[in-house]
């Protein structure tokens, strides 16, 4: 329905990974998403989205909606995640208008081939892209998008965050960074893992290699906090 945003959850936690990492933060997670990345933590905002049912795999919820949910939390710094959020921008739009009057501080998570409206690159305060590597098993065409990763590189409210599998993926990123001139400093590497021993030994030898090149090193503190779980 027109305006309404498709929600596959709220909740209040930390900011797990990339620049924010560790701030409290409102958690709104989009259905829907564009890629299908075989590591990816949230298929369910996606695997079964050519069925999905609202009130099942989402829920519909108007900006007003929203509002009365995310204000229930004790934090105006609100991650607006998915998913693939930009899916649904001209949507977010109203909601995210009247939060900036509500004095919210605002972080999109996106994969970064959509291209954002205007409107939207304008009022977000900080965008957490993850360009994705072969590694995500998602052929490049699809997955790096010229024009929609130079527009970010050119705003310097955009971090690049990229999952690590293995030492081969540095190359990768070395070669996006060169193409779209991204900055040393907005570079973020991280490694891919469900848990926390998986994490511990790739965490090892990639805070080396960002120490070696002067990229920032980012964990992800949820998982290893709390384990694989929706919601935290």
């Avoid at 109203?94 to 409107?119: A, F, H, Q």
Wanted: with cysteine.
């Amino acid at each position: 329905m027109q305006g309404l945003i498709p929600v596959s959850e709220i909740f209040y936690s930390i900011q797990g990974e990339g620049i924010n990492i560790g701030k409290p933060a409102v958690f709104l997670r989009t259905y829907y998403c564009n890629l299908n990345c075989c590591w990816c933590d949230s298929k369910y905002t996606w695997e079964n989205q050519s069925k999905a049912k609202e009130g099942i795999d989402y829920f519909n919820l108007s900006p007003e909606d929203l509002i009365y949910e995310i204000a229930k939390y004790p934090c105006k710094h609100l991650v607006i995640t998915g998913g693939e959020p930009l899916i649904h921008q001209n949507s977010l739009l109203k909601l995210i208008r009247r939060l900036k009057e509500m004095d919210y501080y605002i972080e999109v998570e996106s994969n970064g081939t959509i291209k954002p409206l205007k409107d939207f690159l304008d009022l977000i305060d900080c965008f957490n892209l993850s360009p994705k590597l072969s590694n995500s098993g998602i052929e490049g065409r699809r997955r790096l998008k010229e024009e929609v990763l130079k527009l970010f590189t050119s705003k310097d409210k955009t971090y690049f965050k990229f999952v690590i599998c293995e030492r081969k993926d540095l190359d990768e990123v070395g070669e996006i960074i060169k193409l779209f001139s991204i900055k040393r400093e907005k570079v973020i590497l991280m490694p891919e893992g469900t848990n926390t021993e998986t994490l511990n030994r790739r965490s090892e030898w990639l805070i080396e290699e960002c120490k070696k090149r002067g990229f920032r090193f980012s964990p992800r503190l949820h998982i290893l906090i709390y384990g694989n779980r929706r919601g935290l």
